[in-house]
């Protein structure tokens, strides 16, 4: 059975500060993991995957997440936020038959 | 290109109006799913198919039925609607990669479902 936990539900950042969504997981299996974010009233895109060629992985607009095994973690950072970022974030792990599971999402509040 | 595309993206519907929304995937994937998306819950999965005729119950089923006559299709129906049922939907398609050792996912743009 694989499960994903984001341990917070509201992130709220300055403008130009760190961004960190926390995820951790379970999985039976050595998991594929995902970031996807969605916009308000969009749909879901890809920010980035890891797929155990790294453990640092580095996504679209600024973002990585760095995957700990020993942790079972797999959070998502960005150095420093942009108003755009706002968005609803989740965390996804597969695993070897494809079924994802999603974590309940991080809504990231960006102010000026 | 590789795509999932579902129809209709927004549906307003009354109780008990049966009604089936599309998914349809071009990259001849084996596992397609339904999910569905509240407030709080983030995506649940409602079913899942892993093959032609291979159709299973997802975390959160009832109220709703699949089918996977072909490969390519996986349409969601509604049989008898209510209100609980007023959700964002999306379909996905995804593939395991042995050679890779990792999941390819893609997901449709989503319909947006209003019982009444």
């Known amino acids: 059975a694989q499960s994903v936990t984001q341990l917070d539900s509201h992130v709220s950042v300055s403008e130009g500060t760190p961004v960190l969504l926390r995820c951790n997981y379970s999985?039976?299996?050595?998991?594929?993991l995902f970031w996807y974010v969605q916009h308000p009233n969009k749909g879901l895109q890809l920010l980035l995957k890891?797929?155990?060629?790294?453990?640092l992985v580095k996504g679209i607009n600024g973002f990585e997440a760095e995957f700990k095994k020993s942790e079972t973690s797999f959070h998502l950072t960005k150095p420093s936020a942009h108003m755009s970022d706002a968005a609803e974030y989740f965390c996804?792990?597969?695993?070897?038959?494809?079924?994802?599971?999603f974590g309940a999402g991080t809504q990231v509040v960006v102010t000026p | 290109e590789a795509q999932v595309t579902q129809n209709p993206r927004y549906l307003i519907t009354v109780t008990g109006k049966k009604l089936t929304v599309t998914c349809s995937q071009n990259?001849?994937?084996?596992?397609m799913s339904w999910y569905r998306q509240d407030p709080g819950l983030g995506l649940r999965q409602i079913y899942y198919?892993?093959?032609?005729?291979?159709?299973d119950k997802g975390d959160v089923p009832e109220g709703y039925k699949v089918s996977r006559k072909e490969k390519r299709n996986f349409p969601l129906i509604l049989e008898s609607p209510s209100p609980n049922q007023t959700s964002l939907y999306f379909c996905?398609?995804?593939?395991?990669?042995?050679?890779?050792?990792?999941?390819?996912?893609?997901f449709g743009q989503g319909t947006r479902l209003t019982v009444v």
């Open positions: 890891y797929t155990s060629a790294a453990t």
């Open positions: 996804v792990v597969s695993d070897s038959w494809g079924k994802l599971q």
């Open positions: 999985s039976s299996y050595s998991p594929s």
């Open positions: 996905a398609s995804s593939f395991w990669s042995k050679s890779r050792g990792n999941t390819e996912a893609f």
């Open positions: 990259m001849n994937h084996e596992y």
């Open positions: 198919s892993m093959n032609v005729e291979v159709t």
